[in-house]
């Protein structure tokens, strides 16, 4: 899972020459007009030369890192001028800066990194970069920002705000209403994050108090295991926010097992299973924040544009942003079919 992100979203600046040219006319013809800088950007998705990108990612031992990888592979496939280079994946850093470095001796056009480790993977990124090979740095970020040309991520932060503001939405007519939290590891700055945007919504909510939090570790046992010992605890409360959907699995087991029901619970990151159970609205989960896997296909869009030295379509400019960081989006049952494709397994 990724480890840091940034928040709001922050685009790069281009300087665009607008010199104004003085020639002395010997023919009745007009002098020629440069395209604006809108029209070029709009030229963005004609196909181009072509682009080898690299892709180097973590092994794929979450659903959410699964979808990472198949989202890339399928925008990839939708561009006749791009050659995708994937590597196996690793959570090993020594094997992973192997890999980068594969690619980078390959002399692929861009390289596209989501490090097991972000700092421990900055060395290699400034070596793509020296070596003429831009970076797109993918969400859990390098140490230096010379490491990247583009850094493109989800919002930590923003995911544990919109879930509280959402929780503080329905409760906030319910007098002493109790919440509480099943977290993500807090070894993780991720964790930290979503804790603290949670937080920090709840400040706006005076007669909502959160009464406990476990900490579990993005898996199915764990999200069990911590679920039953926070139904233990607590006799009664009224909302439950669950930072991974993965771990929401073994959350709703635990639930099921105690036969507990009576309070709203709010996942994290958009998994398709809880978007399902969402639209079916016959348990206890009716929401979930997206930290959407969608980024990588995003961050092959701006590869590809690098390696073709054009700017986004939709937005004007010669440059691709700098920063780009994708929305954290509540999804329930007024909005679930609109989702749902995004989900993952």
């Not at 994937?86 to 056009?109: C, H, Y």
């Not at 977290?183 to 993780?188: I, T």
């Not at 930290?291 to 986004?312: E, N």
Request: charged share 20%.
């Amino acid at each position: 899972m990724p480890e840091t992100s940034r928040r709001g979203m922050l685009f790069g600046t281009a300087a665009i020459g607008a010199g104004a040219f003085l020639t002395a006319c010997t023919s009745n013809e007009p002098p020629k007009k440069e395209p604006a800088a809108n029209e070029q950007a709009a030229s963005a998705d004609k196909p181009g030369k072509p682009v080898t990108i690299g892709f180097a990612g973590p092994q794929a031992d979450h659903g959410w890192l699964n979808a990472i990888n198949e989202n890339a592979k399928s925008r990839a496939e939708t561009y006749s001028d791009v050659t995708l280079d994937i590597t196996e994946g690793s959570n090993d850093t020594a094997a992973q800066i192997g890999q980068v470095e594969t690619l980078i001796n390959k002399k692929v056009d861009v390289l596209v990194i989501l490090p097991a480790d972000g700092k421990a993977l900055t060395q290699v990124g400034l070596k793509a970069m020296r070596a003429g090979i831009p970076v797109i740095n993918l969400d859990r970020i390098f140490a230096s920002p010379q490491a990247y040309r583009c850094w493109i991520g989800g919002d930590n932060y923003g995911m544990g705000l919109n879930a509280g503001n959402y929780i503080g939405e329905k409760l906030k007519d319910k007098p002493d209403a109790k919440v509480i939290e099943l977290s993500g590891p807090d070894s993780l700055e991720l964790t930290q994050q979503r804790t603290k945007g949670f937080d920090d919504a709840l400040k706006n909510y005076p007669n909502i108090k959160k009464v406990a939090r476990q900490a579990a570790d993005f898996t199915v046992e764990s999200g069990q295991a911590k679920m039953a010992q926070l139904l233990q605890a607590q006799s009664s409360f009224d909302a439950l926010w669950n930072h991974d959907d993965d771990q929401g699995v073994g959350a709703l087991r635990a639930i099921d097992q105690a036969g507990r029901d009576g309070f709203l619970m709010v996942g994290g990151a958009g998994a398709k299973a809880a978007m399902d159970a969402i639209k079916a609205d016959d348990g206890v989960l009716k929401a979930t924040v997206l930290y959407p896997p969608i980024m990588a296909a995003s961050a092959i869009d701006l590869a590809r544009a690098l390696g073709q030295s054009k700017g986004v379509s939709g937005l004007s400019g010669l440059e691709i942003p700098a920063q780009v960081t994708l929305f954290s989006a509540v999804v329930d049952k007024t909005n679930v079919d609109d989702y749902l494709p995004q989900g993952f397994s």
